[in-house]
């Protein structure tokens, strides 16, 4: 047991990804193995994170799963309410549907996508006056980690938010952990180096809220089944964001059993 009294995470960062007919099947063979060997919700939150016009046939199709999973948006947009925004969805848009979580900050948005840090403050921001919870995304590039700068980076990355988080909506926050460098690449952070980074969030956000000690980081890059106990074992690491290992159901199976079951 890694000690820790947060529930763990594990939530399936399915990017552009798959087709209809595959994400059918993967739910389904998702929810037959919860159904042989059931992971309870007091052990373990598990959410999946769809492209945008799927959330609500996602949602749907996991009703009927024997736990709760939760269905997470990938993104929002930096406007609120309903207007001219060709293209947008947002906050109050996918709260209207039911969506009640939220990936922000990921950093190919960051990265690919354009996303600067006024815009992420905007869809934080959006994000917790609709009442959706956030699990705002945070990590170093393999450049900033080389030059020493990967904790600095990091702590400013939820240092960009504060401003917009009032006191109470912390507990509609959820930190991910992705080293740019560790995602799809195969090349996980070692259990002491995330841990290490993880402990120092968990000291920022002490620092900025008193509801620090209680808010779940997850860790993200390369999770799979063969190193997410070793993960789930570290103190700090209170869940995973997972991306390529979610698109098989057996491997995001095994990660949230390892989840689940350490901590
Ligand atoms: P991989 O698990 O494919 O490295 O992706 C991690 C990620 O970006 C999840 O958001």
């Keep these: 047991m890694s000690g820790s009294t947060i529930k763990p995470w594990v939530v399936g960062n399915w990017k552009m990804n798959p087709v209809q007919s595959n994400a059918q099947q993967l739910i389904e063979e998702f929810k037959q193995l919860l159904q042989q060997n ?15 016009i799927a959330l609500q046939h996602v949602q749907q199709q996991l009703a009927d799963a024997n736990r709760s999973i939760l269905t ?35 950093s190919e948005r960051r990265e690919i996508l354009g996303d600067t840090t006024e815009v992420l403050k905007a869809k934080v921001q959006n994000a917790l006056n609709a009442g959706l919870t956030v699990i705002y995304c945070v990590g170093e590039s393999l450049e900033q980690r080389e030059a020493g700068q990967a ?3 990091v702590l400013q ?6 401003a917009v988080v009032k006191a109470d909506d912390w507990r509609n926050i959820v930190i991910a952990y992705e080293p740019i460098w560790a995602i799809g690449t195969g090349k996980t952070a070692s259990p ?14 002490s620092q900025i809220t008193a509801l620090g000690a209680s808010i779940a980081i997850l860790y993200g890059g390369s999770v ?19 991306g390529g290992a979610s698109l098989n159901a057996e491997s995001f199976y095994k990660i949230a059993e390892a989840f689940a079951n350490t901590k």
Excluded: W
């Design 157 to 162: 990355q939820i240092c960009d938010i504060t």
């Design 72 to 106: 997470v948006a990938q993104d929002l947009s930096r406007f609120a309410g309903t207007g001219a925004y060709t293209g947008e969805v947002s906050a109050e848009l996918l709260k209207d549907s039911s969506i009640e979580y939220v990936l922000v900050g990921h």
């Design 192 to 205: 002491e180096d995330a841990q290490m980074m993880h402990a120092k969030i968990r000291e920022g956000l």
């Design 38 to 52: 059931p992971i309870l919700e007091e052990q373990c939150q598990i959410g999946v994170a769809p492209i945008s």
């Design 151 to 153: 904790e600095q980076v």
């Design 224 to 242: 799979k089944p063969e190193n997410a106990a070793d993960l789930a074992n570290c103190p700090d690491i209170n869940g995973a964001l997972v």
